[in-house]
Every structure is written in structure tokens, then in C-alpha cells.
């Protein structure tokens, strides 16, 4: 696999999403919590998505529950939380594990691509996030603590 576009998942609502839908733009991809300290996180992410709408970029959510049990729902749940609290349009997909014998295969990809804190290819938390440019290519890994505000002007860049 050479490109993030190489990949698919589920959808939230159950349908096989294959990840080259989204080639030619850049990405955004988070692993988010609904019981988390940062899931507040969902309203910037959710305002990158509209204020990029027009332009070659998407936000893509993965619910993880690997983190302190922060994501107990089943899909239903999670979909309707995340539109009646945050009203999130982005494309969210089903849960996954993003650590593990059993992590996704785009987190086994991702977190090769671009290690974390002392180059460790865990994920640590919650809204651990990746931005890749349009070729597919990870340029970037944020921390939790990273505020979606706070990636703009890589997008920007990107875009």
C-alpha cells in the first residue's frame, strides 16, 4: 500500500467505503472518542469541514473505544451523538482499533508513516490526528492536545 487512498473502511452506517473516493484531496483523518476530555474537538473538525467544503480536503472520523472505554456506543449511537451535539457533517466511519493485534490496517499504515513522541508508532489517545496531501502521502501527525484551529495553515498549504 502506497497511498492513504489505497485503503477502506466502514462507514458509519455500515456501507464498505473504499478510501480512493476522497483521491485528489487532502486528508484529515482523527481517531475520536465521544467520552473524552477532548471531544469538543468535534466542533473545530467539523468547522474545518465547512470552511474547507469548497476545496480538495475532507476530515475523516474513526470512533476508537481503545482509550479509557471513551466510545462504548455501537455505530447508531455514535452517528446520532456526534449530529445532535456537534452537528457533524464530515464522514465518520465505524469503530475501529487504531493499536494492537487487531488495529485498522490504514492505523498500521499511518502510524508507520509518521511515529509519534520518541518515535513510538502507538497512538496514545483519543484525536490523535494524520493530514495527507493529495498524492495520499502522510505529511503530518498531531497529538491530541494539537486543536484542529491550530492545522489550518497546513491544510492551507495542502489545498
Known amino acids: ?7 477502506s473502511a466502514r462507514a458509519i452506517d455500515g456501507a ?7 483521491r ?16 469538543g474537538q ?10 474547507f ?4 480536503f475532507e476530515v475523516l472520523g474513526f470512533p476508537c473505544n481503545q482509550f479509557g472505554q471513551q466510545e462504548p456506543g455501537r455505530a447508531s449511537e ?6 445532535s451535539s456537534f452537528d457533524v457533517t464530515f464522514p465518520l466511519f465505524d469503530k475501529i482499533e487504531v493499536n ?5 490496517p490504514l492505523y498500521a499504515w499511518l502510524t508507520k508513516q ?3 513522541f520518541l518515535g513510538s508508532q502507538a497512538i496514545k489517545w483519543n484525536f490523535t490526528k494524520f493530514l495527507t496531501d493529495r498524492e495520499g502521502r502522510v505529511i503530518a501527525r498531531y497529538s491530541p492536545q494539537t486543536e484542529p484551529e491550530a492545522i489550518k495553515a497546513d491544510i492551507e498549504k495542502l489545498i
Open 24 to 39: 485528489g484531496q487532502a486528508l484529515l483523518i482523527v481517531n475520536t472518542a465521544s467520552k473524552c476530555g477532548f471531544t
Open 100 to 104: 494492537g493485534p487487531n488495529r485498522h
Open 1 to 7: 500500500m502506497t497511498s492513504v487512498y489505497d485503503f
Open 42 to 51: 468535534y466542533d473545530g473538525l467539523e468547522k474545518l469541514h465547512r470552511d
Open 78 to 83: 455514535i452517528a446520532a451523538f456526534c449530529a
Open 53 to 56: 467544503a469548497d476545496a480538495p
Open 16 to 22: 464498505d467505503v473504499s478510501l480512493d473516493r476522497f
Open 114 to 116: 509518521k511515529r509519534g
